[in-house]
C-alpha cells in the first residue's frame, strides 16, 4: 500500500507530482493499492478549493486513488486517543511558551541555540520542568499550550535515541539508514489551535492505512527519526520510505506552493500535456521550454 498527502494549503506542483507518482508507480509495481490522504489539520491555512483541486490535478496526470480519500480532519478523536495514551505513559507535558519565548530563551542561552535536524530551533525545555500544579493551575486558567514529547524519557522508553529504517534510494537500491532523534528535542504533537501535529497524524494514520511505502520530498527525509520514534512508541509497523530530491525551478530555487507559475494547473493552462509533465517530474526529461 502507497499513498499520497498533500495538504490542501496551495496548488499542487511538480514536487508533489513526483511524490505521487513514484507512489502510483510503486503501486502498480507491486500490484498494491494508491491511496490519497488529505492532510488538512491546520485550519487556518488548509481550503477546500485546493482539496478539490488536488484530485482534479491527479486525474490529469493519470492518476486515480483507490478506495475513498482520508480527510485528517475527520479523524480528530483518532488523535486525540493517542495523545492520551502517550501522556498516560508520561510522555507528554504541556507547553505554554510562546514563540517569542523561545526565541528569546535560544538567545539568552549561554550556548549557541540549538537547531533541530528539520532546520527548526528545537526547545530548550522551559516547561518541562513545571510542577504538575503549576500546569494544572495554568491549564485550569484557560491558557493556551501545546503538548510536547518529552524526548529523553521517550528515548528512555525505546532503549536509544538511533532511530532505522529502511530508504528506497532513486534508481534501485534500499538500504537501512539510521539517524538520532534527540537532537529534535521536545516536539511538539498537538498543537494549540488544533489537538494534533504533522507528526503524530502522519505515523498514526500511515499505520492505520497499512502503508507499506512513504513517498515524499528529501526535505521530510530529517523528519523520518521522529516518525521511526512515534512508531516504536506505539508499536505501529515501520513502512519502507522514498525520498525524492528536490524539484527545482529555472533559477535553481526548490519549487514551493507559493510559486503558482509552476502549479500544475498553471502548467496545463500554458498547454503542457500531462506526459510532459509527468517526465519533469520524475526527472525522465527537463519541460520543454
Ligand atoms: N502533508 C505533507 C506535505 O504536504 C506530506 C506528508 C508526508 O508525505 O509525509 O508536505
Known sequence: MTRFAPSPTGY????????ALAAWQAAEDSG??????IEDIDPGRCRT????AIREDLAWLGIVPDGPVRRQSDHMAEYRAVLDALAGRGLLYPCFCTRADIRREAAE???APHHAPDGTLAYGGTCRALSAEARAERIAGGAPHVLRLDMARATGEVGGDIMTWREWEAGSGRRRVS???APFGDVVLARKDCPASYHLCVTHDDARQGVGLVTRGADLRPA??????LQVLM?????DYFHHPLLLDDQGRRLAKRDGARSLRALRAAGYDARAVRDAATGKAPLPA
Open 12 to 19: 499542487l506542483h511538480l514536487g508533489h507530482a513526483a511524490a
Open 32 to 37: 498494491g493499492r494508491f491511496l490519497l490522504r
Open 49 to 52: 478549493d485546493y482539496d478539490d
Open 109 to 111: 542561552a549561554a550556548h
Open 179 to 181: 539517524a538520532p532523534v
Open 224 to 229: 523520518t527519526a521522529v516518525h521511526r520514534l
Open 235 to 239: 508499536g505501529w509497523p515501520a513502512p
